[in-house]
């Protein structure tokens, strides 16, 4: 398995084409598809599954597997996601 962010940026407000990325302004749509790509192209199983919190905003851990190993996927996720990664906590703009 292989795991790694979702995303390389925290998403920019709704309507913004550009997001930052080590001080430089950088296409939103380029780097959004940056980590997911390889897998969506390969036809890999694949998770995302929310493991913390940056300035309020959710971060996603991508997890990949091989061929057909969806059930491999979903336990890693299940068994993370009994850790609690957020303690308790939301992104302040979900309110339940």
């Not at 749509?29 to 390889?38: E, G, K, V, W």
């Amino acid at each position: 398995m292989i795991n790694a962010p979702t995303l390389p940026v925290k998403p920019p407000k709704l309507g913004k084409n550009l997001v930052e990325l080590n001080g430089k302004e950088e296409d939103i749509t380029s780097q959004f598809m940056r980590f997911n790509l390889p897998g969506n192209l390969s036809g890999i199983p694949a998770l995302s599954i929310p493991c913390g919190l940056n300035e309020d905003m959710p971060v996603g851990l991508q997890i990949m597997g091989p061929a057909f190993g969806e059930g491999k996927i979903l336990n890693a996720g299940y068994a993370l996601e009994r850790t609690h990664p957020l303690h308790g906590e939301k992104p302040k703009f979900v309110s339940y």
